[in-house]
């Protein structure tokens, strides 16, 4: 499995301008979590998914913030308007529930969002 | 509100010496918890992880201890490699998906 699959790895913007984070989990997985990495607060969760319904949103820091999971296979964190406060890496993870050992999340290699 | 904390920022061990890296959680639902390894440019990868039916769990070089009494857990690394160093996150969990992390601590293990 090719693991947890983000795109684009580097975004750089003008601020007032539309961001879409995607990701793609593993195959399988019917979690699907948005975190958001900051010097000050660390990993932060965003939002998550449960067989792509959202369950919790309460991470998501203000409306600009929007995410969807159209399909197992693929979700998208849309940031509109943008601002330089959201600079920060992005990550998404995914999991199974009742995996044995629970190993956690499996998570991709993160967005790095710029916004100038 | 951060329900996880990691109060150091960094830490900074010799080769071949313990590595003790410490959180502390606040909610007392937390029945998980884990510890993720983060190099630069990559995401955070799985290391070890303890129920909180247990007070510890070892793998190798890796010890986590959980004192629930005090909200405490502890990483121990014995001993301390270079390639050890990395950013240190705690996570723990209530219902197994729903992980709430701590804000890092960064090892560097100096040769």
């Known amino acids: 499995d090719a693991g947890v699959i983000q795109s684009p790895r580097h975004e750089v913007t003008e601020m007032g301008q539309e961001v879409t984070l995607r990701c793609k989990p593993i195959?399988?997985?019917?979690?699907l979590f948005w975190y958001r990495q900051t010097m000050m607060r660390g990993l932060e969760l965003l939002i998550y998914?449960?067989?792509?319904?959202?369950?919790?949103d309460s991470g998501m820091p203000e409306d600009r913030f929007s995410a969807k999971m159209p399909n197992a296979s693929f979700s998208t964190l849309k940031i509109q308007p943008s601002e330089p406060r959201d600079s920060a890496v992005y990550f998404c993870?995914?999991?199974?529930?009742?995996?044995?050992?629970?190993?956690?999340?499996?998570f991709g290699s993160g967005t790095r969002l710029t916004v100038v | 509100d951060q329900q996880v904390k990691q109060n150091s920022p960094s830490l900074s061990v010799q080769e071949g010496r313990i590595s003790i890296l410490n959180c502390d959680y606040t909610?007392?639902?937390?029945?998980?918890f884990l510890w993720y390894k983060k190099y630069p440019a990559e995401g955070p990868t799985f290391l070890i992880s303890?129920?909180?039916?247990?007070d510890k769990n070892e793998d190798g070089r890796f010890t986590v201890f959980l004192n629930k009494s005090a909200k405490h857990l502890s990483l121990h690394i014995v001993p301390s490699q270079p390639g050890d160093s990395a950013v240190y996150f705690c996570?723990?969990?209530?219902?197994?998906?729903?992980?709430?992390f701590g804000a890092g601590t960064r090892l560097t293990v100096k040769p």
């Open positions: 195959s399988g997985h019917d979690y």
């Open positions: 993870a995914s999991s199974l529930w009742g995996q044995p050992d629970n190993y956690g999340y499996t």
């Open positions: 303890i129920s909180s039916i247990k």
């Open positions: 998914f449960n067989n792509n319904v959202p369950i919790d």
């Open positions: 996570a723990a969990s209530a219902f197994a998906n729903d992980m709430r």
């Open positions: 909610n007392s639902m937390f029945d998980y």
